[in-house]
């Protein structure tokens, strides 16, 4: 609460006179208030700061993808609750409300498409559909996404963003990452490029399998990526977590990602490395 | 070491003590031989009535029920002249798994396995069974050696997950996991997992990979403690019973969704409650599904093996 509060209602806090709902942004890095239209066209990347906002598949099919060279693949994938999962929600609700939420069917979508006229799978994950999570249908894309890269022989991206495993889905949503690193065992056997490209967050499962086994990892800047959370590890040691702990350029430090790249020059930096690996 | 009885274990705990006392009767009579047997029966009965309405979370606290058999236990048992073998190479040794060489009746095989304390000092040596990236990395390096001189690998489960610490992300706890599922599902000799107690997460999945998944029958496997799975989605960690059911982990729950391939029945009460019995059972199991691994070349299994996990989720696809 601040100290001096004006008491004539007459008067409002210019501070908090309203703005058009949907056309303004705070930045959460550098608390710049940032004109959306402006920052859309900067692909969600603050001006000021660099801060890169999370953002949906859609801005990556047209930020890395040739115009018009995109076919939406495997989009009838669909979640189903086997469990009948129930906690303080009901997982068929969950998956409603997300659905409703982003317009999507589930936290993954996969093209085929051109990097600058070069064939390539892409995979994009969706941190908004119930946070990203990894269950039998983002475990499927990834798996069939894979074996189509094999059989095309062309290279696969995946941005990554994610909480973990969907625990919606108990030990099956554990299961993924083992069905997910398998198929990557045999594209890496055959040769196929694979690189992931890690966005904020990349956590829990999707770290401990395909997030950390490209052949190169990318990261754009100031992402959070890392296996436990940083609130469990807070927890489990007692005290408070260094600065920059766990984010891109921690991870580049401690030499577990190739190359941090930002929005603008993604599509150039991965058409490089194509064209030099294969 | 003191025997420790939980809650619902308690009215067997009362004819144990009886059952003692008579035992230890400097004299005794026919009528004592007598009603020992009878308390014996009547022991057995008990648990046999109890133990089958179990719910999900009393199977979880046996899972970790402090007398029960941990890894150690088993491969010493297994294998006399069980020859451990440590540390990555890169850092560190991770007392909190074990891994070496020894014998399974008369096959030469690699036994990696999760391995929790006693009491307190042992605890804090092993971390609580919860492995760090060095873990993972020995783990791999001894799947590695096994795969050189052609022994099937046998992994002993039994964590609530990989240590979530500083140290453990800044040497990439995530990247230790992930490497040792892209190189399982890829090694070329048998690999048997057996969960023995507890299996959540990438921490347990992190030495699972295999061609035959076996869990005990007092046991628990999937994607998060229940206590985890409380705190997050029902933000309330006491609410672990409610996730338990939720989650769904029992041998039962994974058998029946395809994960679990084979239940090893614990003896009446428990594997605590007659250690050689369960260790017979375990190695009779064990020793028949490599028998039949054996029979299988590596080009098969292997392929057996991304099957057996490409086939693993549930979803619906409606053009």
């Known amino acids: ?278 | 070491m003191s025997k420790f009885y939980l809650e619902f274990e308690k009215p067997v705990q009362e004819l144990d003590n009886k059952i003692i006392e008579l035992e230890l009767s400097n004299d005794p009579n026919q009528s004592d031989i007598n009603s020992i047997q009878k308390l014996k029966e009547k022991r057995f009965g008990l648990i046999e009535k109890n133990y089958s309405g179990l719910s999900r979370w009393q199977r979880v606290q046996l899972a970790r029920h402090p007398n029960r058999p941990y890894s150690l236990d088993y491969i010493n048992f297994f294998s006399p002249e069980f020859i451990e073998l440590h540390g990555d190479r890169y850092f560190m040794d991770d007392p909190a798994v074990v891994s070496g060489l020894g014998k399974l009746g008369d096959k030469k095989v690699a036994f990696i396995g999760q391995q929790k304390g006693r009491n307190t000092k042992e605890n804090l040596h092993r971390n609580f069974g919860m492995m760090r990236p060095e873990g993972y990395r020995k783990a791999l390096r001894i799947m590695k050696l096994a795969e050189k001189f052609n022994l099937p690998v046998i992994t002993f489960m039994d964590t609530i997950g990989a240590y979530p610490g500083i140290g453990a992300e800044e040497r990439g706890q995530g990247e230790a996991i992930a490497r040792n599922l892209l190189e399982m599902s890829g090694l070329r000799v048998p690999i048997v997992s057996v969960v023995i107690g507890e299996g959540a997460s990438g921490g347990a999945l992190g030495i699972g990979v295999c061609d035959r998944m076996l869990m005990l029958e007092n046991t628990w496997y999937s994607v998060i403690s229940p206590e985890g799975c409380a705190s997050i989605l029902y933000r309330d960690a006491k609410k672990a019973d409610d996730a338990a059911e939720a989650l769904k982990p029992t041998p039962k729950d994974l058998m029946e969704i395809g994960i679990c391939d084979r239940i090893i029945s614990e003896p009446n009460g428990g594997a605590h409650r007659d250690f050689v019995a369960a260790a017979n059972e375990l190695k009779s199991a064990l020793l028949d599904e490599l028998e039949q691994l054996s029979k299988i070349v590596p080009e098969d299994f292997l392929e057996n093996r991304i099957q057996k996990y490409d086939k693993l989720g549930y979803f619906q696809e409606n053009a």
């Not at chain 1, 890169?52 to 979640?79: G, I, M, W």
């Not at chain 1, 999707?206 to 086994?213: E, K």
């Not at chain 1, 990526?225 to 005290?239: L, M």
């Open chain 1, 1 to 278: 609460m601040s100290w001096f509060k004006r008491k004539d209602k007459k008067f409002k806090d210019p501070e908090k006179k309203s703005i058009p709902d949907g056309l303004w942004d705070k930045c959460p890095s550098c608390d710049e208030i940032l004109y959306r239209p402006e920052l859309e066209k900067n692909l969600s990347v603050c001006h000021h700061c660099e801060h890169h906002f999370r953002v949906a598949p859609q801005v990556y099919v047209d930020l890395l993808l040739d115009k018009s060279s995109e076919t939406h693949l495997y989009q009838n994938l669909e979640s189903k609750d086997f469990l009948k999962f129930k906690a303080v929600k009901k997982y068929t609700d969950q998956i409603v409300t997300a659905k409703t939420k982003t317009g999507e069917k589930d936290a993954i979508k996969v093209y085929d498409g051109k990097i600058n006229g070069e064939s390539v799978v892409l995979g994009i994950m969706n941190f908004r559909f119930i946070g990203g999570s990894m269950g039998s249908v983002v475990g499927e894309a990834v798996s069939r996404a894979i074996q189509k890269a094999i059989k095309d022989k062309v290279p696969f991206l995946l941005v990554c963003a994610s909480g973990g495993a969907r625990m919606q889905e108990g030990a099956i949503s554990l299961m993924q990452l083992a069905k997910t690193s398998t198929q990557l065992a045999k594209f890496a056997k055959n040769g196929g490029l694979y690189i992931p490209i890690l966005t904020d967050p990349t956590t829990g499962g999707v770290t401990a399998s395909y997030g950390m086994l490209g052949d190169v990892i990318l990261a754009e800047p100031g992402a959070l990526i890392g296996f436990a959370g940083p609130r469990v590890i807070k927890q489990t040691i007692g005290q408070d977590l260094p600065k920059g702990f766990q984010r891109s350029e921690f991870l580049l430090e401690k030499g577990f990602i190739d190359h941090i790249v930002s929005r603008s020059e993604m599509k150039e930096k991965i058409s490089t490395l194509i064209s030099l690996l294969t």
